[in-house]
């Protein structure tokens, strides 16, 4: 009964394969009637294919000393209302980052409009001074609590929250 059940089986798929295919393959008579040699005539290789997209965000300033007197210099003159925002970024439209105060890191967008990133524990926004990179996300996008930034000092950081900055 198997048998039987076997060669239907067999049959039916035969019928699904195209031509191409039948041509493959090859029936070889073994010494069993109910038991028949089925072998492929190709062989097959594996093909893995890895993407990974990195994406910088340079720096403002060319080195950690300028870092702190930059720094000092903007906080004189400009002081910001900061403003809730969402919970992710489009990557695509950011342009540049520079450390901000305390455990912060300003990104600027290519729109102009200046967004202040605050990182997580652990993180010191001075590690960013050479620039921020990233992995690009599935959906393109930075978000809170999901995605890190890499600073070219190997320091890795989570963004706890963005804040749009305003000018007052």
């Not at 493959?24 to 890895?50: C, G, H």
């Amino acid at each position: 009964m198997r048998a039987v059940v076997a060669i239907v089986l067999f049959a039916v798929g035969l019928t699904l394969v195209s031509r191409e295919a039948l041509a493959q393959i090859e029936i070889i008579r073994s010494d069993s009637l109910f038991a028949p040699i089925i072998r492929m005539n190709t062989s097959f290789y594996q093909v893995r294919v890895d993407q990974r997209v990195i994406v910088r965000l340079p720096s403002q300033f060319a080195s950690p000393a300028n870092v702190a007197a930059e720094r000092e210099k903007q906080a004189a003159k400009v002081k910001y209302k900061e403003q809730k925002i969402g919970k992710c970024l489009w990557v695509d439209k950011l342009a540049g980052s520079r450390p901000g105060p305390n455990r912060t890191l300003d990104i600027l967008t290519r729109d102009g409009v200046l967004i202040r990133a605050y990182l997580g524990d652990g993180c010191l926004a001075r590690e960013f001074y050479a620039g921020a990179y990233m992995e690009r996300a599935y959906d393109g996008k930075l978000c809170v609590d999901r995605d890190l930034l890499h600073a070219r000092t190997g320091a890795k950081c989570e963004v706890d929250k963005f804040r749009l900055l305003i000018p007052r």
